[in-house]
Nanobody, 125 residues
Framework: VQLQASGGGLVQAGGSLRLSCAAS????????MAWFRQAPGKERKFVAA????????QVPESVKGRFAISRDNAKNTVYLQMNSLKPEDTAVYYCAAQNTYGINSARVREDYDYWGQGTLVTVSS
């Protein structure tokens, strides 16, 4: 599965962005999907995950209430809606696919099978 992330850019604090990640494979609906982010000099961290059907989602406390993940299996695409952005949200955002239906190990980077190339989000203060 090839993943293509897009939608990053420069936004002022308090603004919104929606990231997209398009998958090349029609088996997209069999994969749990996630977003991670990596700030300069820091580890890649979990941001959001969604089950293969889209019925279950998970986000960490750091973005809860501001970020939401969704997917459209007919379009082979997963989205990350980011609202009330803060300068500390600045990072390269990566989408990832895991060949499983659930999100029991959503936060474990090593459990993901495929990664997109990343899209840069910069939030100015």
């Amino acid at each position: 599965v090839q993943l293509q992330a897009s939608g990053g850019g420069l936004v002022q604090a308090g603004g919104s962005l929606r990231l997209s990640c398009a998958a090349s494979d029609s088996t997209f609906g069999n994969y749990a999907m996630a977003w991670f982010r990596q700030a300069p000099g820091k580890e890649r961290k979990f941001v959001a995950a969604i089950s293969a059907s889209g019925g279950i989602t998970q986000v960490p406390e750091s973005v809860k209430g501001r970020f939401a993940i969704s997917r459209d299996n007919a379009k082979n695409t997963v989205y990350l809606q980011m609202n009330s952005l803060k300068p500390e949200d600045t990072a390269v955002y990566y989408c990832a696919a895991q060949n499983t239906y659930g999100i029991n190990s959503a936060r474990v980077r090593e459990d993901y099978d495929y990664w997109g190339q990343g899209t840069l989000v910069t939030v100015s203060s």
